[in-house]
């Protein structure tokens, strides 16, 4: 819970409540920076986020000796449309999570994993994950930057590294005294292409089921495309592989039968 909330927006006028008391500051320029709830998104009725996922992650002990990588569960009975991570984190502790496009029974969904990793959750946070960024994140004075904007990763729904740099591009702009129009179109120019081209990838995997993904994983697993992952993979640019694979990937593509699953 903030110290400080904003709790409306009239004009330029912001109402706040500090510590319980209440508050007004007028502002020359309002930064939503207010996650994937944003309020002044909605204050101010800015387009919505194409989509929603659903994340949910424990912290639990994790024996260091099981060694520095990150485990991926593409299982679709895991993780509707989306998949489950074990990320070893600080000294002693590994994050376990999953995201999904099924809001229903997500708890469930995380106790099932960490029964099957046999962890005991310390500490768990869950919470919506915007992805497929808003048509417009500026309007007048009022700019969107982070989830509030709907900026993550469609890929993997980490929303960290594109925030930063959004954020940074907002800095510049405001720093420099520039019309606001500007971090619209920097951080577009920045950022859409990998956003588009992930959105592509979410798209093409909420369609697959588990026959599909082993299949793809299969056909990945092939010395020549594991060389070409270990040297283009980029977890924040996935687009630079995707074309490297692009004409051996639409040839398997094609051989594959597609079931549709719904987004949320
Ligand atoms: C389970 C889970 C795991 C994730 N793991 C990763 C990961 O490994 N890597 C990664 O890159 N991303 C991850 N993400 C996504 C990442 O957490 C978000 O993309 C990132 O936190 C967005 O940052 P933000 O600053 O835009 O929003 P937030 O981190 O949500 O911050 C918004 C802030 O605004 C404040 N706020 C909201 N409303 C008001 C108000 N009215 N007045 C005042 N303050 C307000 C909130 O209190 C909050 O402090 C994960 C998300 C989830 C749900």
């Given at each position: 819970m903030p110290l400080t909330r904003a709790c409306f927006l009239e004009d330029r006028t912001l109402f706040l409540e500090r510590e319980g008391r209440p508050l007004k500051v007028r502002a020359g320029i309002i930064v939503g920076?207010?996650?994937?709830?944003s309020e002044v998104a909605r204050w101010v009725g800015f387009p919505p986020p194409s989509r929603y996922l659903l994340g949910i992650q424990a912290i639990v002990p994790y024996d260091?000796?099981?060694?520095?990588f990150i485990e991926i569960f593409l299982d679709q009975g895991i993780a509707p449309g989306f998949f489950a991570w074990v990320v070893p984190a600080e000294e002693g502790v590994a994050r376990v999570g999953l995201a999904t496009h099924e809001a229903r029974g997500i708890r469930y969904r995380l106790k099932k994993l960490l029964e099957k990793l046999n962890s005991q959750p310390i500490k768990v946070r869950s919470g919506f994950i915007p992805i497929g960024?808003?048509?417009?994140?500026?309007?007048g004075r009022v700019a969107l930057v982070g989830d509030a904007a709907a900026q993550a990763k469609p890929t993997t729904g980490g929303g960290l590294y594109p925030g930063i740099v959004a954020a940074k591009v907002l800095g510049e702009v405001l720093c420099g005294d520039h019309p606001l129009s500007l971090y619209e179109r920097r951080w577009r120019s920045r950022l859409s292409h990998e956003l588009r081209m992930g959105m592509m990838i979410r798209r093409i995997a909420e369609r697959l089921g588990d026959r599909e993904i082993s299949y793809i994983l299969a056909f990945l697993g092939r010395k020549k495309f594991l060389r070409m992952i270990g040297r283009l993979g980029d977890i924040d640019h996935p687009s630079v592989l995707l074309k490297a694979l692009s004409r051996d990937w639409w040839e398997m593509w094609k051989s594959l039968k597609l079931r549709r699953r719904p987004a949320l």
């Open positions: 920076a207010d996650g994937s709830g260091p000796e099981r060694g520095d960024a808003r048509a417009r994140t500026v309007k």
